[in-house]
Each structure stands twice: as C-alpha cells, then as structure tokens.
C-alpha cells in the first residue's frame, strides 16, 4: 500500500523545526533527506530511518522493519507524535549518515 500525502506532510511538519528537510517521492513511497543526506523514508504510512550508530542509541527499543521486500532492515520510528523527539534523533543521526553519491555522468 503506498504511503499517503498526509502522512508525510504530518511528518514534515513534525520535522518543521529542522532547516532543509527535503523528501523525494519513489515508487508510491517517500525518502526523507536531512541537508542533502537521506536519514530514512516513509513506508506504508511509517517512518523508518536508517540504523545508523546514533539512531540505534537514540531508539535502543526500536524494532526492525523492512521498508519493502528485498531491501535492507530499517528502524522502525515509533514516537512520531513528538516533534521534539523526531528533531533530536534527525539531528543525532546527521553526522553518522554516509554523504550523498554524486552521480558520474
């Protein structure tokens, strides 16, 4: 089931407090970047960020999810309702997270 708009404007609006959120759509899903790096993406109406060092002490409860078949094991957010929470873990994450590929063309 694809994820729905206003799930992710909820989203974005919990991250609202964060500078260059950015998100892409792919294939009926959402991926949520933080000043250009990808943290995670929302998946049938779920947040999942990447289990980064940072993000697995910030969700040391968190289960893993799959954001679809075949793909790799994320962490499943489950506090969405506070904002503050998801900026810190955003905000935690960053500097962990791989720097973005630049495409070679």
Do not use: C, H, W
Not at 6 to 29: A, N
Not at 52 to 65: F, H, T
Request: glycine share 6%.
């Amino acid at each position: 089931m694809p994820s729905s708009r206003e799930y992710l404007s909820f989203i974005l609006e919990q991250l609202s407090d964060l500078k260059d959120i950015t998100y892409k759509p792919m294939m009926g899903e959402f991926l949520i970047y933080y000043r250009g790096k990808l943290v995670g993406g929302i998946y049938d109406d779920r947040l999942l960020v990447k289990p980064v060092k940072s993000a697995v002490a910030y969700l040391p409860q968190a289960e893993y999810s799959l954001p679809y078949e075949g793909a790799k094991e994320m962490l499943l957010v489950d506090n969405v309702d506070d904002k503050a929470f998801l900026t810190g873990l955003f905000e935690a994450m960053y500097d962990d997270l791989p720097k973005p590929k630049m495409n070679k063309r």
